[in-house]
């Protein structure tokens, strides 16, 4: 299997209390595909229906085995009675509230053998009981070197690891205690090779009751134990940039994101004393620490709760620090409510003319979007679309998923354009409410006047394999992808085909997207989140080569805010495939890559008309996108810029300055 051969491996399961979640865990290791591994499980004194299961495991498969303590000692003791009664040469944990992909085992083996490494690394996927709170963390900041991957707040996890046995027989867990694994896991990560793979095969899951989830106690400074146990196995030459890292991740994490947790101002005094004068005991400097002020910075809401931690811990006053603690906790339960505020007055700082935008919006309310559109209205429609002159057709891709209540909108706005529609196919993506029926309705009422096609996927595609499909599908030299739940105005086609057909070489013409709620209510330009540079490039109407438009523009963050706001030319020498291809490797930012592909082939037109309106209603794939997924993604992307167009190093500084901003506003 590789160079070192079919090695076997052993993975550990401490066993305590989980008889709810013991069986999903061993299961999916069971179904690994590789299969020279043993199964450990360490029943700790369960005092539920655990000790059972574990029983019938052991006596059903033969490469599962079992050890029942005598007294419960915890995680560390497990591992390390674990570690002592087996000889394989690699060995890999499992939390038994945790599961695994089928291939954990075999990727992190072959990431090993693959890099001559002593350990192997993966990211982590952690979720609880509602799907949609599930997030991936990526287990290295910003590249996999030794610093980087203990830059990370899962870092200390032994479970997301496969490591060579023997650099742990010379470093046990600590017993009990928890944090145990702190003192073990970064300290093989910084003295051993440690080898990396940006694939997520570890889910760990958050389970209510647990020991990261349970009530906060004094327990839970066992981490200053940890932290000086892990000094000791690094030894005495751990690099500064390597000690902020892990003071920041293990001990003021705590101190931000456990101790506010605990009940009680009172109580919680306590604890905050107790956690001041540990870290005073072992020479841990919270109050100056750079990560700390730092991130003090990062907002007007962090300068004023994190300021008023330092200074009442600079004066030992901690009363004030748990009564800060207690506002935090108010706000973050009534946050919900003070959102519209909040974002109006960061609106009002940062861009003024924007917030008086926004604000005469909803003074004096604006809609977009005709009531009560019928099917009457969609064939009165059609029937003055059929008597325009066939000119410049335009094949309009309408892509959808589950967007029935706005399919007869979107058609109206299509339908009312004052340029002649070619076709109209309408690229459904296997809907689960009733948008077939709907669209084979519109089909029936107006496909006499308009050619109209109804595409069916039995299977969802996602996003970039509808837009390839409308390509390939579409007749005209004029492709528009006008998603279903987004409208237009009716003068859009004649502006953005005006370029086009007075310059042949114009490959995409776009106009300004205005935001618009649900029900059509107009809610203002998307033109101060493009125009990141406040270059003013977007303040007239502009023609320019795609190259030009990139290197000033778009290397820096996409500057087409919605793919229904433009028309693309269709031409023989672009590999649609391939443009595609390019985008799908992209969950959140395909469609950057997209545009700024598509314009290398020409030149690029823009109207500074709000002619196309972008509904924001909830289900949008960008009110969903995961940050540090979306983060990943921009900077893969600026990798992939700087090797294709060769970027100055003012690009490049430029775009370093971008990601900064991103993380200070995505708070990561």
């Known amino acids: 299997m590789s160079e ?8 550990v399961v401490p066993c305590y209390n989980v008889e709810n979640y013991l069986a999903r865990c061993i299961d999916s290791l069971l179904a690994q595909t590789y299969k020279n591994i043993e199964i450990v499980m360490v029943e700790d004194c369960s005092t539920d229906g655990t000790k059972d299961i574990v029983r019938e495991y052991e006596l059903k498969y033969k490469n599962v085995k079992a050890i029942y303590n005598k007294e419960n000692g915890g995680l560390g003791h497990a591992r390390n009675v674990a570690i002592r009664s087996t000889n394989t040469k690699y060995v890999a944990f499992i939390d038994s509230d945790d599961w695994v992909e089928p291939n954990f085992a075999e990727e992190l083996y072959k990431t090993i053998a693959k890099n001559k490494a002593d ?29 980087g991957l203990i830059n990370v707040g899962l870092a200390a996890s032994s479970c997301n690891k496969l490591f060579k046995i023997e650099i742990l027989r010379d470093m046990e867990y600590p017993e009990n205690t928890i944090n145990e694994d702190i003192p073990v896991t970064l300290a093989a990560m910084y003295k051993y090779k440690t080898a990396y793979t940006d694939k997520t095969y570890y889910t760990y899951y958050q389970r209510p009751g647990s020991i990261q989830n349970g009530q906060i106690t004094k327990k839970r400074l066992d981490v200053f134990k940890a932290v000086s146990l892990l000094k000791k ?26 101790l506010p947790k605990a ?116 064939l009165i429609k059609a029937k003055i679309q059929s008597k325009l002159p066939m000119n410049n057709m335009v094949s309009v891709v309408v892509p959808n998923y589950n967007y029935e209540r706005f399919l007869i909108q979107r058609l109206y ?61 579409s007749k005209y030299e004029y492709v528009w992808i006008a998603e279903a739940d987004d409208f237009c105005n009716d003068k859009f086609l004649e502006n953005t085909l005006k370029p086009m057909i007075g310059d042949n070489d114009v490959i995409l013409s776009y106009v300004d997207t205005a935001f618009i709620s649900a029900d059509g209510l107009f809610m203002g330009s998307i033109k101060p989140h493009i125009d990141y540079q406040m270059s003013g490039h977007w303040d007239s109407n502009y023609i320019n ?3 030009d438009e990139i290197k000033n523009y778009s290397y820096l963050n996409n500057t087409i805010s919605n793919v229904s706001s433009v028309v693309f030319r269709k031409t023989s020498n672009i590999d649609y495939s391939e443009l595609f291809k390019d985008a799908r490797d992209y969950r959140q930012a395909g469609d950057w890559v997209f545009y700024v592909n598509y314009m290398v082939y020409g030149k690029v037109a823009y109207t500074d008309r709000s002619l196309n309106y972008y509904r924001q209603h909830g289900n949008n794939v960008s009110s969903t996108t995961k940050a540090n997924d979306h983060l990943e ?11 294709k167009l060769n970027l100055s190093k003012e690009h490049k500084d430029a775009q370093k300055k971008r990601i900064e901003f991103v993380k200070k506003a995505w708070n990561i």
């Open 413 to 473: 706005s299509i339908l009312s354009q004052k340029s002649r529609i070619g076709e109209i196919l309408i690229l459904d993506d296997s809907s689960t409410d009733n948008s077939v029926e709907l669209a084979r309705k519109i089909k029936d009422s107006i496909g006499e006047y308009v050619p109209i096609r109804l595409i069916n996927n039995t299977k969802n595609q996602g996003t970039f394999k509808q837009w390839e499909k409308g390509f390939i599908k």
């Open 233 to 258: 196995n690094m030894g005495p030459d751990i690099d500064k940039q390597t000690w902020e890292a892990i003071v920041w991740y293990q001990i003021i994490q705590l101190l931000l994101s456990v």
């Open 119 to 147: 350990m192997a690394v993966c990211d982590i996927y952690v979720c609880g009981d509602n799907p949609s709170s599930g997030f991936r963390v990526k287990m290295y900041d910003p590249k996999p070197n030794r610093f």
């Open 633 to 643: 993604e921009i900077l893969r992307i600026y990798d992939m810029f700087n090797k």
């Open 545 to 547: 080569d795609g190259i």
């Open 263 to 378: 009940r009680g101002v009172i109580y919680r005094r306590g604890l905050i004393k107790d956690f001041s004068n540990r870290a005073k005991s072992q020479g841990i400097d919270i109050i100056n620490n750079p990560r700390l002020n730092e991130f003090k910075g990062s907002s007007i809401g962090n300068r004023l709760y994190i300021g008023g931690l330092i200074i009442s811990l600079k004066y030992r006053i901690f009363l004030v620090t748990s009564l800060l603690m207690s506002v935090l906790n108010l706000y973050q339960r009534n946050r919900h409510r003070l959102v519209p505020f909040v974002k109006a007055l960061r609106l009002l700082l940062n861009n003024p003319a924007d917030f008086l935008s926004s604000l005469k919006a909803r003074l004096f309310p604006k809609y977009v979007i005709k009531k009560n559109i019928s099917l009457d209205d969609l």
């Open 4 to 11: 070192h051969g079919n090695e076997k491996i052993t993975i």
